[in-house]
């Protein structure tokens, strides 16, 4: 079954405490992104890959890194969360960089930070 | 000013109704225009695409007004299962989406 995965789909964390959270896509898509939902703002990109060990930041990386070492996973890495990191998380992956392909989505990551 | 507007809603409904959501965009070169549904507290899926002259798949209904920047979507004889949150969703470069805060839609029996 072509899918994305994401885990945790649910994690609660302290201030400080650097944690990774693991995307994964079946697809053999080349462009792999994250986003944060977040009531009221939508869907904001974090950062993006056009291709193995090729990133970009999205509009609001500050706080996070990513790589991409594997055509199908793109960890999304908080090396110091803070509480306004608190949000909805999914991981979506296309195939192709052009906006005219279908984005597909993971389960999303609900994450809190205290 | 948002670079994608959407009413928030919700939009209250009975079965049956016929329903239109706009969205508006802000960026003129803006090339490629989409429809995503979501379902609470689940991932966004694609429901259809927007065409320059139009497309419809079953009783959705999309519409694209470049002279006036915007998107509709419209929903005849809602259904129950039609409710969700609609994402419109923008492309102005070939690297990234622009979405929309989304329109929420509650059909009622």
């Known amino acids: 079954e072509a899918q994305v995965t994401q885990n945790p789909r649910y994690l609660i964390t302290v201030t400080g405490k650097k944690l990774t959270v693991t995307c994964s896509q079946n697809m053999n898509h080349e462009y792999m992104s994250w986003y944060r939902q977040d009531p009221g703002l939508g869907l904001r990109q974090i950062y993006y890959?056009?291709?193995?060990?090729?990133?970009d930041k999205g509009d609001v990386p500050e706080g996070y890194k990513v790589s991409r070492k594997e055509k199908r996973n793109f960890p999304l890495i908080l090396e110091s969360p803070s509480p306004n990191q608190t949000s909805l998380y999914f991981c979506a992956s296309s195939f192709s960089t052009s906006g005219l392909y279908e984005q597909y989505f993971g389960p999303g990551t609900r994450l809190t930070v205290t | 000013r948002k670079e994608v507007e959407q009413d928030p809603g919700p939009f209250n409904v009975p079965e049956g109704a016929t329903v239109a959501f706009n969205c508006t965009y802000s960026?003129?070169?803006?090339?490629?225009f989409f429809w995503y549904r979501q379902d609470c507290r689940k991932e966004p899926k694609l429901l259809m695409s927007v065409y320059s002259s139009g497309n419809e798949d079953g009783r959705f209904t999309a519409q694209l007004n470049r002279a006036s920047q915007y998107i509709s979507l419209l929903i005849r004889d809602s259904k129950l299962s039609d409710s969700a949150t609609y994402l419109c969703v923008v492309n102005h470069n070939t690297d990234k989406l622009i979405f929309g805060t989304g329109t929420r839609l509650q059909v009622f029996p």
């Open positions: 890959s056009m291709n193995v060990e090729v990133t």
């Open positions: 960026n003129s070169a803006s090339q490629s």
